[in-house]
């Protein structure tokens, strides 16, 4: 059986790793993939959990907030992988605001429980990150700016769920004179 107090502090080591190597800071964008039904030890999409949805984003969303660092939640392929952020930073960034509302089996129990636990939930199209978690193997490389660092963090997995995590960092340009740090 899955212990809420494990979870948590799973998440929170994680998340504190790829913080701290991606040298996220105020005013950055963070971005969950999550799959609730391989935390539970099911296949993606067919097992989702309402409550360890909700365990998970009340972390993410604390640590975050701490730090004033933006959390974008991604949905399933069901919502083209559309992410729930808050209606504020949507509109300061100029984000398109989509017209849906996750659900459990359609967005998944991550975005639900964002919608939930937001001040001012919305759904947008795309974001451009600097880092996030993937757990359960969603694929969140694609709400990741270029170039994208693969982050290994010291936990593997949750509950059941495999885990990696990207960073980014700037583009090396410029050729053979060209000096980089």
């Known amino acids: ?3 809420e107090e494990k979870i948590r502090q799973d998440v929170s080591t994680v998340v504190q790793e790829i913080l701290t ?3 996220l800071k105020k005013g950055d964008i963070f971005v969950l993939g ?10 993606i999409g067919k097992n989702s959990s309402q409550e360890v949805g909700e365990w998970i984003v009340a972390t993410l969303k604390q640590l975050l907030d701490e730090k004033g660092i933006f959390l974008a939640v991604q949905g399933c392929e069901h919502l083209n992988r559309a992410l729930v952020v808050e209606a504020g930073f949507a509109e300061a960034k100029d ?15 991550c975005s639900v429980a964002a919608f939930k636990l937001f001040d001012s939930p919305v759904e947008v199209e795309h974001i451009v990150a600097k880092a996030g978690v993937d757990i ?3 694929a969140i490389g694609m709400h990741v700016k ?10 593997k997995e949750i509950g059941a769920a495999h885990v990696t995590a990207l ?10 004179r060209a000096a980089y740090d």
């Open 167 to 176: 960073t980014s960092r700037p583009k090396y340009i410029g050729g053979p």
């Open 1 to 3: 059986m899955l212990s």
């Open 34 to 43: 999550c799959s609730t039904s391989e935390v539970m030890g099911g296949q």
């Open 136 to 138: 359960g193997d969603t």
């Open 95 to 109: 984000l398109e605001i989509v017209a849906v509302r996750p659900q459990l089996h359609a967005g998944g129990a």
């Open 21 to 23: 190597q991606g040298k």
């Open 146 to 155: 270029h170039v994208q660092v693969p982050f290994r963090p010291s936990i």
